[in-house]
């Protein structure tokens, strides 16, 4: 079954949003089945809407926009669908009388312009939105379908996972396909893609390599089952050493699992980081019961008052060393008296790099109870994308510590 999406709007034409909800789409379509060919970005033009819709209506078996069907002047996506798919633009009374009940129930006053919303394809399926106004529609020619939804992401998935996803198994008898994503972490892409050659005799399961920053995704998909898992299973047996996860797992929330298994506390103490190591930890719920908190010891003064990092060591060496690093760790633990404490200290940039110490370097240290290992790296690519690889790093060396313990 082929399918595309469109997000409608010139706010994401124009770059003033992210499109977050094609990604949505694509991932929940592909998941039941779909073959997701095209993902495109519309603007608010009727014209140029109507071509599109024509052209999908007559091309994929089932086409989902976001975006478009709120009460302004430039929302026209029902009326583009109308026109497109030869149905009459209609007011539904009913659809009119919800969007009444929700504004009131809010103190919002009723205005004539919010009637647009009211008007919809003749005869279209409804999908009701119970996170705010706009009602979703799905129209179907020829055995096609186009289905269009709100923009606001979380209208948007809550109305597709409970209204549109049902209606969608039920009406589209897709073939199960089987999915298995495997994650490694401290091996080259191009090692990873050897491997995967070596293993794959013709074009069954479907492989694919995603990288991010330090670590490397396989997505794997097959309509046979035996075939996926024939396939999941020599692909961990040769990369085993640098396996860590699958599907939703990442490196912290194996981290943190393996804490909480363990009974080990965890705490940071970060300068170029800016606390991202603890915001990754924190974000997954439950991380309190491992996580005992974090010093953002960015400013020198702050690494010598609050952690006893000496101004000899800083002066000598530089708050951009081993010998800093190893202090920060020190100062860390008789704060918080944690099994495990990872320090973070380097040039994230664009400024402040030297002739000896390039933009880009960093020290990482973790203390595993009374063992401390500090590394040196260089890491290339702009400042977020500098700290962003020093905390997986980090993540990445207390979990190589984790299995060894």
């Known amino acids: 079954m ?3 999406i469109f997000a409608i709007g010139n706010e994401i034409l124009e770059g003033s949003i992210v499109d977050t909800n094609s990604a949505f789409l694509a991932k929940s379509l592909s998941d039941l089945g779909f073959n997701v060919c095209e993902i495109k970005a519309l603007p608010d033009n009727k014209s140029i809407l109507v071509e599109n819709f024509k052209d999908a209506l007559e091309t994929y078996n089932l086409t989902i926009t976001t975006g478009g069907l709120g009460p302004t002047f430039d929302d026209l996506t029902a009326e583009a669908v109308a026109i497109a798919s030869n149905r009459n633009f209609v007011f539904y009374e009913e659809v009119y009388k919800s969007i009444e009940e929700k504004l009131t129930s809010r103190g ?5 312009s919010h009637k647009r919303q009211a008007y919809l394809p003749d005869n279209c399926l409804l999908f009701k939105n119970d996170k705010g106004t706009a009602f979703g529609f799905g129209v179907n020619k020829g055995g096609n379908w186009i289905i269009s939804l709100p923009g606001i992401p979380y209208e948007m998935h809550h109305m597709f996972l409970n209204y549109v996803k049902p209606f969608i198994l039920d ?4 073939k199960q396909i089987y999915k298995k994503d495997l994650k490694f972490t401290g ?3 191009s090692d990873v893609d050897t491997t995967i050659l070596e293993l794959k005799k013709g074009e069954d399961p479907e492989v694919i390599i995603n990288t991010s920053k330090g670590m490397i995704i396989v997505r794997i998909r097959s309509f046979n ?9 020599k692909l961990k047996e040769k990369l085993g050493n640098y396996y860590f996860g699958e599907d939703d797992d990442t ?3 194996v981290i943190l699992k393996k804490l909480i298994y363990n009974n080990l506390t965890l705490s940071t103490v970060e300068s170029c980081t800016g606390g991202l190591i603890a915001k990754k930890i924190t974000d997954i719920p439950g ?3 491992a996580f005992l908190g974090s010093i953002i010891a960015y400013s020198n003064e702050v690494k010598n008052k609050i952690l006893n990092v000496s101004y000899n060591t800083l002066e000598n060496f530089g708050a951009v060393s081993a ?9 860390c633990s008789n704060i918080f008296n944690s099994d495990i404490v990872i320090a973070t200290t380097g040039i994230a940039g664009p400024d402040g790099g030297s002739d000896e110490k390039p933009v880009g370097t960093v020290f990482i240290g973790i203390k595993f109870k009374n063992n401390i290992v500090i590394n040196k790296y260089h890491f290339n690519g702009d400042r977020e994308t500098i700290r962003e690889r020093t905390a997986n790093t980090a993540f990445r060396l207390l979990l190589e510590l984790l299995n060894e313990r």
């Open 187 to 189: 091996v080259p892409e």
């Open 287 to 289: 991380s309190s019961k």
């Open 225 to 233: 089952k035996e075939v996926l898992n024939e396939f999941v299973n």
């Open 108 to 112: 919002v006053s009723v205005k004539e």
């Open 323 to 331: 010998e800093c690093c190893k202090e920060m760790i020190s100062g």
């Open 251 to 253: 490196l912290k929330s």
């Open 171 to 174: 009406t589209f008898k897709l």
């Open 2 to 4: 082929k399918c595309a």
